[in-house]
């Protein structure tokens, strides 16, 4: 059975930082792009940033480019998301996702991961 656990979320004053994990068991993802989205309360689950299979490839949503960072750890088949100078606006639920399909390009659509995490929440006060 594949699962994605994330982990990390808290409460963090504005213009701190948060290191998110996302472990993945069940089967490995080293040939899989994995990515990480969120949700706002009342808003739709938005993508935040993803890595591709060789982790020479990444992407992020504009409003969080240059301030948070992904990358992966192979022999712990798990990603990661350093969020830095957080905003109240980071604030909501963080999903980690995985595409099932092999050497795959790069993709910033939820409908192409396959796998996701239970989410982790991420609180940012003013």
């Known amino acids: 059975q594949v699962q994605l656990v994330e982990s990390g979320g808290g409460l963090v004053q504005a213009g701190g930082s948060l290191r998110l994990s996302c472990a993945a068991s069940g089967r490995t993802f080293s040939r899989n792009s994995m990515g990480w989205f969120r949700q706002a309360p009342g808003k739709e689950r938005e993508f935040v940033a993803a890595?591709?299979?060789?982790?020479?490839?990444?992407h992020y949503a504009d409003s969080v480019k240059g301030r948070f960072t992904i990358s992966r750890d192979y022999a712990k088949n798990t990603v990661y998301l350093q969020m830095n100078s957080l905003k109240p606006e980071d604030t909501s639920v963080y999903y980690c996702a995985a595409d099932a399909t092999a050497l795959a390009l790069l993709t910033t659509q939820e409908m192409d991961y396959d796998y996701w995490g239970q989410g982790t929440q991420v609180t940012v006060s003013s």
């Open positions: 890595i591709n299979w060789s982790g020479l490839n990444t």
